[in-house]
């Protein structure tokens, strides 16, 4: 239910464009990846993808008062910034188990107008949970509420790309911390290749970005 309301809220106060959503699987599990440019941005990660999704919430985050409703319009978990708690990872991965879909930013809750490097969270419960990920890029929304008092409707650009993964990582701490990593560089360039140029941040550059627009077969920016 609160999905639907989520995607109402959405179509209400924005304009929303969404591309590649045939790229979205019928059914789960899997994990949805996106970069977080907005605190608003799980509403129309939601409207996108048109599933409820699960979403990974850092439990001390401090949301301004204008945002302290967009939690309620969506499922999450609750996990720590710095490290993955055995709740966390234990709730991530019963979601996966009963086919459900676990939504995750890499990047963490620094909210910023550019690619900042994933942190292991996502590459970790993909690869512990053998789950798909979705790539989902989302911009136009990082000054939505301003626009919003102001009597504009923002227009959100949101473009999903091709599934990827499953992965797996080594069995030793060092083996799997560098299999983390590169998963992780690969869970971002997929997410810049559905987002302008401009917004590519650290990736900036990455060639690995052109073969993943390339596979991801969208329109132009």
Same mark, same amino acid.
């Given at each position: 239910?609160?999905?639907?309301?989520?995607?109402?809220?959405?179509?209400?106060?924005?304009?929303? %464009?969404?591309? &590649?959503?045939?790229?979205?699987?019928?059914?789960?599990?899997?994990?949805?990846?996106?970069?977080?440019? #907005?605190?608003?941005?799980?509403?129309?990660?939601?409207?996108?993808? !048109?599933? /409820?999704?699960?979403?990974?919430?850092? #439990?001390? !985050?401090?949301?301004?008062? !204008?945002?302290?409703? @967009?939690?309620?319009?969506y499922?999450?978990?609750?996990?720590?910034?710095?490290?993955?708690?055995? #709740?966390?990872?234990?709730?991530?991965?019963?979601?996966?188990?009963?086919?459900?879909?676990?939504? *995750?930013? /890499?990047? &963490?809750? #620094?909210?910023?107008?550019?690619?900042?490097?994933?942190?292991?969270?996502?590459?970790?419960?993909? @690869?512990? &949970?053998?789950?798909?990920?979705? /790539?989902?890029?989302?911009?136009?929304?990082?000054?939505?509420?301003?626009?919003?008092f102001?009597?504009?409707? /923002?227009?959100?650009?949101?473009r999903?790309? %091709?599934?990827?993964?499953?992965?797996?990582?080594?069995?030793?701490?060092?083996?799997?911390?560098?299999d983390?990593?590169?998963?992780?560089?690969?869970?971002?360039?997929r997410? @810049?290749?559905? *987002?302008?140029d401009?917004?590519?941040?650290?990736?900036?550059?990455?060639?690995?970005? *052109?073969?993943?627009?390339? !596979?991801n077969?969208?329109?132009?920016?």
């Amino acid at each position: 239910m609160a999905g639907y309301l989520a995607m109402f809220l959405c179509s209400l106060g924005s304009k929303v %464009k969404v591309s &590649g959503r045939h790229h979205v699987p019928s059914d789960g599990p899997f994990v949805v990846v996106s970069n977080h440019f #907005s605190y608003i941005d799980p509403p129309f990660v939601i409207h996108a993808v !048109q599933k /409820p999704i699960n979403f990974l919430a850092a #439990s001390d !985050q401090v949301i301004e008062p !204008q945002f302290i409703w @967009a939690p309620l319009l969506y499922g999450f978990i609750p996990t720590d910034r710095t490290s993955l708690a055995p #709740s966390t990872i234990k709730s991530s991965i019963r979601v996966l188990k009963n086919r459900e879909v676990l939504g *995750i930013f /890499p990047e &963490g809750t #620094s909210l910023q107008h550019s690619l900042r490097p994933a942190k292991n969270g996502a590459a970790f419960l993909s @690869a512990t &949970g053998k789950t798909k990920l979705l /790539p989902v890029g989302i911009v136009g929304i990082e000054n939505a509420w301003d626009m919003m008092f102001k009597g504009i409707r /923002p227009t959100a650009h949101i473009r999903v790309g %091709k599934p990827f993964g499953p992965f797996s990582v080594g069995k030793t701490k060092k083996k799997k911390e560098k299999d983390l990593k590169i998963i992780g560089e690969e869970i971002m360039c997929r997410i @810049a290749a559905l *987002i302008p140029d401009e917004r590519h941040g650290v990736f900036s550059g990455n060639k690995k970005i *052109i073969g993943f627009r390339d !596979q991801n077969r969208l329109p132009d920016f």
